[in-house]
T-cell receptor
Framework: ETGVTQTPRHLVMGMTNKKSLKCEQH?????MYWYKQSAKKPLELMFV???????ENNSVPSRFSPECPNSSHLFLHLHTLQPEDSALYLC??????????????FGPGTRLTVL | QKEVEQNSGPLSVPEGAIASLNCTYS??????FFWYRQYSGKSPELIMS????GDKEDGRFTAQLNKASQYVSLLIRDSQPSDSATYLC???????????FGKGTHLIIQP
């Protein structure tokens, strides 16, 4: 597989469930990102990892917990979510975070619905 | 608070005409500028990146950057119905802080 992949593509969960989103990049990049896209709102940056180290946490509630075991994989662990967390969750990667090497390439996204 | 502003549209352009999309940004220290295209239900796809003042051309697409005016634009020549999508402007400050996106402009190319 090439590019940035995300699983699952669709997820429906209750407010008491725990689930995880997975992202994998096959581009040899070192930076990975989670974004949230809600209806009629701009893409919102959630987390940035550069060489497996978290460099940005954009005031995201603790019910979202990221994990980056290596430069190719990124997870978003979800627990006790709220209906307003329903959105498209997008993973992206870039060669590095910042400067002219920060061109980001996006995965297909996970459409999350919280009941 | 970094902000990126775009007219949400819809912007309707006849097939074969030039579509002009505009974006302004608030952070004067921004260094990298991107245009993404997003079809309904799909993820953003990179169209152009631009880092210095002036024009950058790639096929039917031209990105224009004016840092003094904090303004970025995208021109699409010979517009095709397949160009109908939402176009997202994104800006980076150059640090390890990800991209700040505008809400996007919905472009409709009328056959």
């Amino acid at each position: 597989e090439t590019g940035v992949t995300q699983t699952p593509r669709h997820l429906v969960m209750g407010m008491t469930n725990k689930k995880s989103l997975k992202c994998e990049q096959h581009l040899g990049h070192n930076a990975m990102y989670w974004y949230k896209q809600s209806a009629k709102k701009p893409l919102e940056l959630m987390f940035v990892y550069n060489f497996k180290e978290q460099t940005e946490n954009n005031s995201v509630p603790s019910r979202f917990s990221p994990e980056c075991p290596n430069s190719s994989h990124l997870f978003l662990h979800l627990h006790t979510l709220q209906p307003e967390d329903s959105a498209l969750y997008l993973c992206a990667s870039s060669l590095l975070a910042g400067g002219s090497t920060d061109t980001q390439y996006f995965g297909p996204g996970t459409r999350l619905t919280v009941l | 608070q970094k902000e990126v502003e775009q007219n949400s549209g819809p912007l309707s352009v006849p097939e074969g005409a030039i579509a002009s999309l505009n974006c302004t940004y608030s952070d004067r220290g921004s260094q990298s500028f991107f245009w993404y295209r997003q079809y309904s239900g799909k993820s953003p796809e990179l169209i152009m990146s631009i880092y210095s003042n002036g024009d950058k051309e790639d096929g039917r697409f031209t990105a224009q950057l004016n840092k003094a005016s904090q303004y970025v634009s995208l021109l699409i020549r010979d517009s095709q119905p397949s160009d109908s999508a939402t176009y997202l402007c994104a800006v980076s400050g150059g640090g390890a802080d990800g991209l700040t996106f505008g809400k996007g402009t919905h472009l409709i190319i009328q056959p």
